[in-house]
């Protein structure tokens, strides 16, 4: 693909490759057909003897050059955007596992992964064991069974703020003889490669940073191309055993290192429809033309955030990777040296109270169900997100009573602390 550029360049001419006349930027191909000369070559399309386009649900140029340049950012061979994160992640996990097949994940990842994990893909016969991220090697060994078929976890968990131990989830995934999957959206390519650290596939919320603008929802899957999936035919049929619904097509072996995309694309995407729209994949593309400007400055004004904070004394705790005492300082100081995202959470002495009236009492930050956009913005888990559970629960969940999750933005860093410093003056009167 692309891997020659630098990550600077990707963001901006990475994807679309305009020919001779052509725009220059990339159009939306808003057409759900294409148009053929003979009928011929459509058949070849459909039987994949052919390259070309024939049906926007199963693939569209505007959303093909946007998967390409995700996949030249992320140093993969191939792409595939989705309608959501959630897509993504069902997609990229179904594509190589059915029922009786089981997965290891860890326990610290975004709530609708959890859900989609424990709750909707456990009543489709696919088991789930949830890992302590930071346990030993020979802790996580235990969760493998037979029938394990992929390990998954999130780089910087939503909203955790774990950073995962990307090589030690790798060799686990490997010395069993299955792909490392991890979500990717919060640290993004700018700040980390997790293909660099042996992870085989990476899943994104485009909704998050890269979209970057808190306007479209999307989902992306990148494959490196780097799991041998013949070397482990037994455990995957799907791509190694020919596909009666695709003229008996065998995935890894027709495709090679492209099979995992073209089997997501001509079986899953065909028959669950979770596309792209064209004219969110053009929205994408803008959002991605900034993301390594936008990057730093969320790191950077999240680092003033958090330090500042720390020096708050109503704040009884922060949680920020890169301040240096933090849990994951060192972790994310090796994955990701260049900073890791702009998410923080903090608690208050006054704790779940002051925490109602503190952001109640914000001005320019909003209270928004969202995270990892331009706008700072705030979410109090314990109100919103998980309110059906009392402070035990709460505990068991892992969400603490007081923990204020903050998106900090790329507005002005002074004017982000100076709401703060007068929400908790408030709050405290
Ligand atoms: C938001 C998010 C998702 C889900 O993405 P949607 O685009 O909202 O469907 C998945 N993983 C992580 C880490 C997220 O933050």
Redesign the pocket.
């Known amino acids: 693909m692309e891997q020659n550029y630098g990550r600077d360049t990707s963001c901006i001419q990475g994807g679309w490759k305009p020919k001779n006349g052509e725009p220059r930027v990339l159009p939306i191909y808003q057409s759900t057909t294409f148009k053929y000369e003979n009928s011929d070559y459509m058949g070849k399309l459909f039987d994949l003897e052919a390259e070309g386009y024939f049906y926007s649900r199963l693939a569209n140029p505007t959303c093909d050059a946007v998967a390409a340049k995700i996949a030249a950012l992320e140093g993969g061979i191939a792409g595939m955007l989705t309608s959501?994160?959630?897509?993504a992640?069902f997609l990229a996990l179904t594509n190589i596992c059915s029922a009786g097949d089981h997965i290891v994940s860890s326990a610290t990842i975004?709530g609708?992964?959890s859900n989609l994990l424990t709750v909707t893909m456990k009543k489709q016969g696919i088991d789930v064991t949830l890992v302590d991220p930071d346990a030993s090697e020979e802790e996580l060994e235990k969760a493998f069974r037979p029938n394990t078929k992929a390990v998954f976890g999130?780089t910087i968990a939503?909203p955790a703020l774990v950073v995962l131990d990307l090589e030690k989830f790798a060799r686990l995934a490997h010395r069993h003889g299955v792909p490392f999957i991890v979500?990717n959206?919060?640290a993004t390519p700018i700040n980390c490669r997790p293909f660099e650290w042996g992870a085989d596939i990476v899943t994104h919320?485009t909704?998050?940073y890269m979209e970057g603008h808190a306007s479209t929802?999307?989902?992306c899957i990148v494959d490196s191309g780097n799991f041998d999936w013949m070397a482990h035919a037994e455990k995957f049929p799907g791509m190694c055993t020919p596909d009666e619904s695709y003229h008996g097509i065998v995935y890894a072996e027709k495709f090679g290192k492209m099979g995992y995309i073209q089997k997501a694309t001509a079986q899953l995407m065909r028959d669950l429809g979770t596309c792209q729209s064209p004219m969110n994949a053009f929205l994408l593309n803008l959002g991605l033309e900034s993301l390594h400007l936008r990057m730093p400055r969320h790191c950077e004004n999240a680092q003033k955030v958090a330090e500042y904070l720390q020096s708050c004394e109503d704040v009884a705790w922060v949680e920020y990777p890169g301040l240096p005492g933090d849990k994951y300082y060192e972790v994310a100081q090796k994955y990701m040296p260049g900073g890791s995202c702009g998410v923080l959470s903090f608690g208050l002495k006054g704790g779940r109270d002051m925490a109602v009236r503190f952001m109640d009492n914000l001005k320019m930050v909003a209270i928004v169900t969202h995270?990892?956009d331009a706008r700072t913005c705030v979410l109090h888990p314990a109100s919103h997100t998980h309110r059906q559970l009392n402070d035990e629960q709460l505990v068991e969940a892992g969400v603490r009573p007081d923990l204020i999750r903050f998106s900090v933005g790329i507005e002005d860093v002074k004017d982000i602390i100076a709401d703060v410093e007068q929400a908790l003056a408030a709050a405290k009167a």
């Open positions: 959501s994160g959630q897509a992640n975004y609708g992964t999130e939503n979500d959206t919060f919320s909704t998050k929802i999307g989902g995270v990892a």
